[in-house]
């Protein structure tokens, strides 16, 4: 790996730049129109997830019921495809304008590292939730023979599965998710593999389909919250709305143990406060 070289000709270790912390409350955030342009880029890329992911599985569920074939449809092998790739095409599409984050549990965690305010995390939520229920809104409204009976694409805890396993499912799920995120976005990493073309949101994307891959069967996979919530307002029936919580408590619990698990100790944020602290107590 290459040094970067001092005036004075010593070399230093460190090739790479950690951004500062972002701050808690930033209001001038709110005067700048790259801010409210994030917000539209939250809002748009989270409808289209909603809108190409649900349309996949009630199209799913809908040849499966009336296929004599077993294998018809794109299975739950197709579903995770198309939750993964759409992850992988509009993170490319947004991430140099808004973080490309498209879900609450992305940005909780983000907002828990410092890496966005308080103020944006909270607006990109709101952006997020309302893009997931127009989403879904835009599947109810070219599949409205089929989307109640193939009870709108909303996730739920599968029959067999206690709530502990939902809850657990979940926050292992996000916690990779958001793992993979943090992981990716790097800037240590960036530095070492500057010579490697790597795309960022490609592992995210796998992610997510690897994620889905595996928990599917038990919840129909959250990891998002805004992706449950726009599914169970339209489909808006008691069984969506049961077991709800799962998907969001789940999900801001598995964002912040990766949060802390790659600040505090994959980057060793704790030992850095701590030495900080130490060199500041020995020199009173």
Same mark, same amino acid.
């Given at each position: 790996?290459?040094?970067?070289?001092?005036?004075?000709?010593?070399? $230093?270790?460190?090739?790479?730049?950690?951004?500062?912390?972002?701050?808690?409350?930033?209001?001038?955030?709110? $005067?700048?129109?790259?801010?409210?342009?994030?917000?539209?880029?939250? &809002?748009?890329?989270?409808?289209?997830? %909603?809108?190409?992911?649900?349309? $996949?599985? +009630?199209?799913?569920?809908? #040849?499966?019921?009336?296929?004599?074939?077993?294998?018809?449809?794109?299975? !739950?092998?197709?579903?995770?495809?198309?939750?993964?790739?759409?992850?992988?095409? %509009?993170?490319?599409?947004? @991430?140099?304008?808004?973080?490309?984050?498209?879900?609450?549990?992305?940005? &909780?965690?983000?907002?828990?590292?410092?890496?966005?305010?308080?103020?944006?995390?909270?607006?990109?939520?709101?952006? #997020?939730?309302?893009?997931?229920?127009?989403?879904?809104?835009?599947?109810?409204?070219?599949?409205?023979?089929?989307?109640?009976?193939?009870?709108?694409?909303?996730?739920?805890?599968?029959?067999?599965?206690?709530?502990?396993?939902?809850?657990?499912?979940? +926050?292992?799920?996000?916690?990779? %998710?958001?793992?993979?995120?943090?992981?990716?976005?790097?800037?240590?990493?960036? @530095?070492?593999?500057?010579?490697?073309?790597?795309?960022?949101?490609?592992? !995210?994307?796998?992610?997510?389909?690897?994620?889905?891959?595996? $928990?599917?069967?038990?919840?129909?996979?959250?990891?998002?919250?805004?992706?449950?919530?726009?599914?169970?307002? !339209?489909?808006? #029936?008691?069984?969506?709305?049961?077991?709800?919580?799962?998907?969001?408590?789940?999900?801001?619990?598995?964002?912040?143990?990766? @949060?802390?698990?790659?600040?505090?100790?994959? =980057?060793?944020?704790?030992?850095?406060?701590?030495?900080?602290? =130490?060199?500041?107590?020995? #020199?009173?």
């Amino acid at each position: 790996m290459a040094k970067n070289v001092g005036s004075e000709g010593s070399f $230093t270790t460190k090739d790479y730049q950690d951004p500062p912390p972002a701050p808690l409350i930033d209001p001038v955030e709110l $005067t700048q129109w790259s801010f409210y342009r994030a917000l539209i880029a939250e &809002f748009i890329a989270t409808l289209l997830f %909603l809108y190409i992911t649900v349309l $996949t599985v +009630i199209g799913y569920k809908s #040849q499966s019921a009336t296929a004599t074939d077993p294998c018809a449809g794109v299975g !739950i092998l197709g579903i995770a495809w198309a939750f993964g790739g759409m992850i992988f095409v %509009l993170v490319y599409c947004t @991430a140099g304008i808004s973080g490309g984050h498209i879900n609450p549990a992305v940005t &909780f965690g983000l907002f828990l590292a410092r890496k966005v305010s308080l103020i944006r995390a909270v607006m990109y939520m709101v952006a #997020q939730c309302l893009g997931a229920i127009c989403g879904v809104g835009l599947v109810k409204a070219f599949q409205s023979a089929y989307y109640h009976r193939y009870d709108g694409g909303a996730n739920m805890l599968s029959d067999g599965y206690s709530h502990g396993v939902g809850l657990s499912a979940e +926050i292992i799920g996000t916690f990779v %998710l958001v793992y993979t995120v943090f992981s990716a976005t790097d800037p240590k990493r960036n @530095a070492r593999d500057s010579h490697v073309p790597v795309l960022a949101p490609l592992p !995210i994307g796998f992610a997510v389909f690897m994620v889905h891959l595996a $928990t599917i069967p038990i919840t129909g996979t959250g990891i998002n919250p805004a992706r449950s919530l726009g599914a169970a307002v !339209i489909f808006n #029936q008691h069984k969506a709305w049961k077991d709800h919580w799962i998907f969001w408590v789940g999900p801001f619990i598995g964002a912040a143990i990766a @949060a802390f698990y790659h600040q505090f100790i994959l =980057r060793a944020g704790a030992a850095k406060a701590l030495g900080s602290f =130490r060199s500041t107590t020995s #020199q009173v």
